[in-house]
């Protein structure tokens, strides 16, 4: 055992909280095999693997020789026991139509839709592209996919002709599965018109599923084109799973990066799904009475992990809504909680502070009572959305599990972890470590940081549920996350040694507790001095006329950049003179005045993409009347055309150009 590795253990030790917890990540470090080799004993392995690992920096074989099938493991282990009859998925459209599923109900339709994928010749190892709305056939897909051994990559709904185009040809995907439209805050938008605009570019793509969703008119192309149901109506229930190499990859799911082209990350079967298992019984504290709902889109690695394959492995029962959070009222979300029990609510910081926005009211008005457990995703959540969705939608008496993980990571990695137990919390830090997850903040050099000095969050060593390469590019896999610290001795989890770069800034407090701080690659030189946007915002929502805040850079020809600051305000409050310069103060006063915005903006909304994340980078491009660029993930038009005439307002009261309309 190396002296770093004894020293972790000596601190773990002294301290005065998380005791199992501590233990639990003591055995993962000390004897990793074993401890690896009992959770993965939780699911179904055809065949036993031979090594639980095969370390060839960076690159890991998990649970090498096991043979295991993940549509088996979410299905047929259930569909074998008293869970067959057991709610699988409450689904509920935007326009108010609903479905029940048990899992008997899913395990028939994926096992017909595999033998649909057959017929049309898919085989193992073919990509399947799926360009799918939120309804219960899109996961069908995907576990039909998983059955037989072909890789699904699902695109995001909301994606352009275009990015779908790029990323079925990446994938070299032989069939698309789509369907007529999607509903989206009372409107259909067209996929499969979408889908045939993509498709004109692409010849790989042999056959078109189409499932009816909105009886939207659509064109069929004889021969290439079917409807979902026509298939289905043709085949089977008889449909065996595959047994599968434990390092088969499972799916591709390419990052919605700003520029460049989409990398394909590429998870394998065994080594996620026992990361998925073990992390939703962790973080979740996951029951068998459970009603839990993720409100992320599958098209996102949320939703693949913990709306899609997490919950099923558990056999729990999920909530699926298609629609948006505020259509038709801003208190669907409650209404859906109520209506179906919801114990266990996972969503996202931005939609957090969107409701904030709309006041306590709508969410006094349902019964919540029924919530026992609330989580976050996808960004640091700032301390005064933390409290408000604690009292507000937690009434005060539900724990937050804030998580951090990437859609690399496959899982989730740093969280508190009632399954284990709850070490105190703190609003706005994610906590510790999972058990099996080394997580260090090091300076530039690659040395541990100190307590609260900002610094890069870095994982030490493979883990399950890891990404196992990118899709037809290895060295880019190689450079873009295991390149920046290299093998040095910090790592002691696995030997050889290989350091994770995640590319988020971080600090550890005199606890341990880790605090994200946003990315790396979003961070502002002003004069000098490197300042986060995350903590520009955060400052911002503290102050109580804020409901949500966007900052970017501006170049500026001394300073380098001027910081600017977008911001939404809570009801009773109005745009004023004052309330800009009060601001602006505030944010000077609480980081300090090398931070303060040189220019703020009220607006009604932020552009945001579909999943909720703030597109930082379409600010930036308004505020230095630059070219937007891509917008196929925005969700809405509007809050960039708002974001230009406020700014376009004050350079007329400058004296200044307009800003040249882009859209």
């Known amino acids: 055992m190396s002296e770093a590795t004894k020293l972790y253990m000596e601190e773990a030790k002294r301290a005065s909280y998380g005791h199992k917890l501590r233990q639990m990540q003591e055995l993962a470090l000390r004897d990793p095999e074993n401890f690896w080799s009992d959770i993965a004993r939780n699911l179904y392995w055809f065949k036993t693997w031979e090594r639980v690992l095969e370390w060839n920096p960076p690159f890991a074989r998990w649970f090498a020789g096991g043979l295991i099938n993940a549509s088996f493991n979410c299905l047929d282990v259930h569909v074998k026991t008293g869970n067959r009859n057991k709610v699988a998925i409450f689904w509920e459209g935007e326009p108010g139509d609903r479905r029940v599923l048990t899992y008997l109900d899913l395990w028939r339709e994926v096992c017909k839709f595999s033998n649909v994928l057959k017929d049309l010749g898919v085989k193992k190892g073919d990509r399947v592209a799926i360009y799918m709305p939120m309804v219960p056939e899109l996961p069908v897909a995907m576990l039909a996919c998983a059955r037989i051994g072909a890789i699904h990559s699902v695109v995001f709904s909301g994606f352009s002709s275009e990015a779908l185009a790029v990323r079925i040809r990446d994938s070299g995907a032989k069939i698309l599965i789509t369907a007529d439209g999607a509903y989206r805050r009372g409107r259909i938008v067209q996929l499969k018109k979408t889908a045939d605009e993509a498709l004109a570019k692409i010849p790989s793509i042999q056959n078109v599923v189409v499932l009816r969703r909105t009886g939207s008119d659509v064109e069929m192309k004889e021969g290439r084109d079917f409807w979902w149901d026509d298939l289905m109506r043709e085949n089977s229930l008889n449909s065996q799973a595959v047994p599968l190499e434990s390092e088969h990859p499972l799916y591709i799911l390419y990052t919605s990066g700003t520029t460049g082209r989409p990398k394909g990350v ?36 949320t939703g693949h992990s913990y709306v899609v394959y997490g919950p099923l492995l558990h056999g729990a029962t999920s909530v699926m809504y298609e629609g948006a959070p505020d259509y038709p009222a801003p208190d669907r979300w409650w209404e859906i909680i109520e209506r179906y029990s919801v114990s266990i609510f996972y969503t996202t910081p931005t939609a957090i502070r969107m409701h904030m926005r709309f006041g306590e009211d709508w969410a006094r008005r349902h019964d919540l009572s029924s919530l026992r457990l609330l989580g976050t995703v996808g960004e640091p959540i700032n301390p005064e959305a933390w409290r408000w969705y604690q009292k507000v939608i937690g009434g005060g008496r539900c724990p937050i599990v804030d998580t951090w993980w990437q859609t690399e990571t496959g899982g989730i990695m740093i969280s508190p972890a009632p399954g284990i137990e709850l070490v105190p919390l703190k609003p706005g830090s994610a906590t510790l470590p999972l058990p099996g997850v080394h997580a260090e903040v090091v300076d530039e050099s690659g040395k541990p940081a100190k307590p609260y000095e900002k610094g890069y969050l870095v994982i030490l060593g493979p883990w399950p549920g890891m990404l196992t390469t990118l899709w037809g590019d290895p060295e880019s896999y190689k450079s873009i996350y295991w390149s920046k610290f290299g093998q040095n001795n910090l790592n002691f989890y696995f030997d050889p040694p290989a350091v994770y770069y995640t590319g988020d800034y971080a600090m550890k407090d005199d606890d341990g507790y880790i605090w994200l701080l946003g990315r790396a690659d979003e961070v502002l030189k002003v004069a000098g001095h490197r300042i986060g946007t995350t903590e520009v915002e955060s400052a911002l929502v503290m102050h109580e006329a804020v409901a949500e805040a966007a900052v970017t850079g501006k170049p500026d020809p001394v300073r380098g950049e001027t910081i600017v600051a977008f911001v939404t305000l809570k009801p009773g409050f109005n745009p004023s003179d004052s309330l800009r310069t009060e601001l602006i103060r505030w944010v000077g006063k609480t980081v300090g005045p090398i931070a303060s915005p040189s220019e703020l903006y009220f607006v009604s909304k932020l552009p945001k993409t579909r999943s909720g994340k703030i597109m930082r980078r379409l600010l930036r491009a308004v505020v230095s009347n630059m070219p937007l660029g891509d917008m196929t993930t925005l969700e809405d038009e509007t809050s960039i055309k708002e974001a230009m005439e406020a700014v376009d307002l004050l350079r007329k009261a400058m004296g200044m150009g307009e800003l040249e309309s882009q859209l």
Do not use: N, Q, R
């Open 266 to 301: 590429v998870h394998d079967t065994g080594g996620y799904l026992v990361w998925l298992y073990v992390t939703m019984k962790w973080v979740f504290d996951i029951k068998p009475e459970d009603i839990y709902w993720c409100t992320a889109d599958i098209g996102w690695v």
